[in-house]
């Protein structure tokens, strides 16, 4: 059953346009100075068909879920998903979602200067100001309570979550919320996947902040379960 994605009209500002592109699984919710819709359908395209046609060849990239080598005839989205997958010990398939965000982002940057791309939870953001993202966590009482500020010179960033609790993404842990920050988006996309699949229970927090401190390029994590939230890294978490 499709979940609306209400959550992504709960931060408001007035300085950028707000449009949805969609392509099959490929469900955009876009923030830019402009309207680039079409814009945006090209850049989907362009990277969602070499990868089809990939996965129609090596149906073992689909299905995987530990690391998939990396091959010279793989499209460059392809390769940037295995990269991430390979550093965070999962499929590259947990890196897709990521991957797209940040892929279209950085082609919609040729006609915007401030790009915000939402793909599922899966964020990929290039700002000039300071900007507030909400945290959503299902049924954790921190839902729409606390939110991330992220600062210009961090971007462009990736903020990827993953939930073992809400949505239709495979996590084999039960955290209401995994939230991993990343200069590579595909890489914030596949970590968060493999540190939620850690989250059975709310003692298992530390040991999953000490674990994210071994995966090379991440820049903090966010991790809620229950009433219980843990945090890492360059993190800074505003009341709302």
């Known amino acids: 059953m499709y979940e609306p994605r209400t959550y992504r009209h709960w931060i408001k500002d007035n300085d950028l346009l707000s449009f949805n592109v969609t392509v099959k699984e490929t469900d955009l919710y876009i923030r830019a100075q402009r309207q680039l819709e079409d ?103 921190f839902t729409g309570k606390i939110a991330l500020e992220i600062k210009p010179e961090a971007t462009p960033l990736g903020i990827c979550t993953s939930s073992g609790t809400l949505g239709h993404s495979l996590s084999l842990g039960t955290a209401d919320a995994l939230i991993v920050l990343s200069a590579s988006t595909p890489l914030a996309d596949a970590a968060a996947t493999a540190l939620g699949n850690l989250v059975k229970d709310e003692k298992d927090i530390p040991k999953v902040v000490q674990r994210a401190q071994s995966i090379n390029g991440l820049h903090g994590i966010v991790i809620i379960k229950g009433d219980k939230i843990g945090l890492w890294g360059k993190v800074k978490i505003l009341p709302l």
């Open 39 to 141: 814009e945006a359908l090209k850049s989907i395209l362009k990277h969602r068909t070499p990868l089809e046609k990939y996965i129609e060849s090596h149906p073992a990239f689909l299905t995987t879920l530990v690391p998939y080598p990396m091959e010279e005839d793989a499209p460059a989205i392809a390769r940037e998903m295995a990269k991430a997958a390979q550093i965070a010990g999962v499929g590259p398939m947990a890196a897709v979602a990521g991957a797209i965000a940040e892929a279209v982002g950085r082609d919609l940057l040729a006609f915007s200067p401030e790009i915000i791309v939402e793909n599922g939870g899966d964020i990929f953001l290039r700002t000039t100001q300071k900007r507030v993202v909400g945290i959503y966590a299902g049924k954790s009482p």
